[in-house]
């Protein structure tokens, strides 16, 4: 059987593939056309953040299994796979830790200004740090939005930090280490925000003007989720204005970025390339829990983390 995997992906997931005796079909692109090109004939596909339309459903006939590298699985419409008899996995305990540390980093440098204090001090200006302090993270207010995996290690390794944590979740199930409060709260009392919520019908652009509008102007928001959570303009406008102090965001509507995107001229952001999972261990980890997930489905097995229930083909 022959699995397509982005050929940029961790050498441990393709040993795994390669060492249960499957064929790999390596893309440089997971473009629908390269893989509608390339990968007419996969048994299976490892999925990154590409979108995965619909109609490869007539140009990938064999495909058995649609293996997310990560979490998030937006760019797949599992319902339809669903009735195509295609399984959708997610390799759901891969990333948390690694995301959450990433977050914190964004915190910990925003507070700091490290970035810009870092590019004055390359330009000759050694004082422009002294004009522009940092803050301490001691004695404010963490807000988690969203308290699934990465949201708990979030508020757990932050614990640390002598920070109050409050968390927002519609199941309000809190592990010891946020308090439990109504999604407003979150808004009005957090000096710190991030955002870790699954996109859904209720959640694509939930956070807007209104919210902008109840955060603190000293407020600093995260987004390490997914950019559809965000009505961007919205938030762009929030820090031209400074109706909130600054923002990380690591995911947008388009990506790469253009070059003419409006973020690129928007103040007090610090911006990465959807880059919050991407350490050696994590990458890893991912490969080899999307190709396991791989092995077990076209093994005849159920797999482990499915986000559907294939009906069978007609």
């Known amino acids: 059987m022959k699995v397509a995997v982005p050929s940029i992906m961790s050498q441990a997931g393709k040993d795994y593939l390669t060492s249960r005796g499957f064929e790999l079909i390596e893309t440089k692109s997971q473009s629908a056309d390269a893989l509608a090109k390339e990968a007419a004939d996969a048994d299976g596909i490892i999925l990154m953040t590409e979108p995965f339309p619909n109609r490869l459903a007539k140009q990938l006939p064999k495909l058995k299994v649609i293996a997310r590298h990560g979490v998030g699985y937006d760019n797949v419409d599992t319902e339809f796979w669903a009735k195509q008899g295609v399984w959708v996995t997610i390799a759901k305990n891969a990333n ?9 980093a964004a915190m910990m440098a925003i507070s700091k200004n490290l970035v810009p204090a ?65 999604r407003d709260t979150v808004f009005k009392e957090a000096d710190i925000i991030s955002l870790n919520m699954l996109v859904t019908p209720e959640t694509t652009r939930s956070v807007g003007k209104r919210e902008f509008e109840m955060m603190k102007n000293s407020a600093v928001l995260l987004n390490f989720g997914r950019a559809a959570l965000v009505d961007q303009e919205a938030m762009q406008m929030a820090l031209k204005t400074g109706s909130i102090a600054a923002a990380a965001v690591d ?55 499915n986000v559907n229930e294939p009906q069978a083909k007609n």
């Open 118 to 182: 870092t590019e004055h001090m390359r330009q000759g200006d050694w004082g422009w740090t002294f004009a522009h302090p940092g803050f301490d993270l001691a004695g404010k207010t963490l807000g988690i939005i969203g308290y699934g995996r990465i949201g708990r290690m979030i508020a757990k390794k932050a614990s640390a930090f002598d920070m109050k944590i409050i968390a927002y979740t519609p199941s309000n199930r809190s592990d010891g280490n946020a308090e439990m409060v109504d």
């Open 251 to 305: 995911v947008f509507d388009d990506e790469p970025l253009p070059k003419d995107d409006p973020w690129l001229s928007t103040p007090n952001v610090l911006l990465t390339p959807h880059f919050a999972g991407n350490t050696k261990e994590c990458m890893d980890r991912m490969a080899v829990d999307a190709a396991s997930e791989v092995v077990r489905v076209l093994d005849g097995q159920k797999p482990q983390w």
């Open 96 to 104: 948390a830790s690694t995301v959450a540390e990433t977050t914190l």
